[in-house]
């Protein structure tokens, strides 16, 4: 695992260009440990603490549209992908917050045309 | 004639006689990669070009081969250019012969780095089983070859590594006095327990083992087995890992290189 500064955060639009009102599946994935804090080393006996992601939140044109909680269990490197409805372009955001409430961040553009001007 | 001649050419003879009767494999149409054995999901994890986590190794990769280090200041790109040309089918031609070594791929990484760069090789931290840097140049290398045929050399200067390679393939070793073969020929398809057993290609990695939540080489994944048989495992980049690494990417030939894919 990489030191904490040097983890990648991957966001991506499927598609990146929609219509309006399309639905649109966002995928992300977080380079993480995901200690789930309740394995220790065999040898000192100490417990390695908890250090998880426990909050995703999306942001669509600074607007909170998708929150997940997430709790010690989820897989290290976590994927998520989920369904948002493309109404305006802009700029979607992702924010992953761990348990010393850092926060990193990823963003891509999404592009929207308009249903009346497509036909 | 010396009894030492005699046996040199008893030895000569057998090792000919040995590569002429190249051991049983998988026909090519029968060879089925490490992804026919996993879940459908894991292996839509692996096809799936965003969510493969194995990537993430690439794309570390893909900056270390961008990045300048040691005394001479210059990076791979420096004098290898763009990887997508440079690299294309080394990944699939290793283990290979080099100075009469036989080097797997993160050892000619290493020397290329020594040689030429003046820089020290990578080696595990404290905390890593592997170094994460030398697996993350290993992916991105190999996975310029991603799709093409595993095509490794086992005659000329190879041919006595081949040998070793297969001998140690078909040895029982360990409390459960079990050989590679006696799992990954006789009984691939079957169950170990929970799970099916695979024949044991090389082709995927460095891969994702999800039971690690990281890239591990094929090397390391010999120890797991080992271990597993209750045998005592040897260190990562030893000669007789690399011999067996070799025969093993032979058996495999042909089959497609998958890397970074994902394994339970």
Redesign the interface.
Known sequence: ??ARK?Q?R?L?IVPATARKGDIVTI?T?A?H??EPGVRFNPESLVVYPRFIINKLICRYNGREVFVADWFSGV???P?L?FKLRAEESGTVEIEWVDDYNQSTFARTEITVTDDATTG | MSARVLVAVAIALLAADALAEPARRPAPEELLSGAAFVRPETRALQDDAFANPGLIWVERGAALWQTADGDAGTSCADCHGDAGTAMKGVGATYPKVVGGRLLNLSQRINQCRVDHMGAPPYVAAEHEVESENLLSLEAYVKTQSAGMPMAVAVDGAAAPFFVRGRELYFQRVGQMDLACAMCHDDRAGHALRAEPISQGHVNGFPAYILRWDGLASAQRRFRFCNEQARAEPLAIGHDDYNALELYVAWRGATLPVESPAVRR
């Open positions: 695992m990489a040097d990648k991957r991506k995928k994935l380079e440990e995901m897989s290290a490197n994927y992908a």
